[in-house]
């Protein structure tokens, strides 16, 4: 120290402070890393958005795919059936290739649209993409009457809704093929599987001959 300056001298074994050059060359890799990391967390916000918004619902229709037992007890249940078809929550939409392998002309709904385009692909890839076809629709929204053969992989929360819905739009002709839980009202005109594998189908001719048979209420009369 001399002259009351602060002395520069380096302490034995300190490494020099780096040149300006140096400096520049670590401020642009933190930039860089900072943008990497900003636009992965962009990504994967794109890709889990459509898959966590559901839960976010009144009712949720989570994506779990069938298992390849579910998808055979499913074909089994439109054995000796014909007319279009519909996959209500098609996730990655093989009940719908699978149906439109067996000439079946079927349709799927799903919310998530990734999962749209990753099941025209596929029908693509398989080669029935002009039988098989996807939409991205809420199912709350859509009118099913047209369809002869209604599949749903559903929920508990939801199968009460759901059942009401399509009591009011399906035609006499339809069967509904529910998988993992049953409609809570109906009662199945044919059972297949165990466990989670268990299809219950419900046939609607069935279901309205019921409700006509049914005795009607008569209002009480005061005595």
Known sequence: ????????ELLPGASPPPPEADRSKESRWGLLLTGAVGGVLVAVYAVATPFVMPA????CLPFVPAT??????VVRMLRSRSGPLVDIGSGDGRVVIAAAKEGFPAVGYELNPWLVWYSRYRAWR?????????HRSDLWKVTFSQFSNVVIFGVPQMMLQLEKKLELELQDDARVIACRFPFPHWTPDHVTGEGTDTVWAYDM????????GSPVAMPCQPR
């Open 1 to 8: 120290m001399a002259n009351g300056g602060v002395s520069l």
């Open 56 to 59: 976010l619902r009144r009712v």
């Open 68 to 73: 390849p037992r579910q998808l055979d007890n």
């Open 126 to 134: 398989e080669g029935v993409h002009e039988s098989a076809t996807f």
């Open 205 to 212: 001719s069935t279901f309205r001959a019921s409700v006509r």
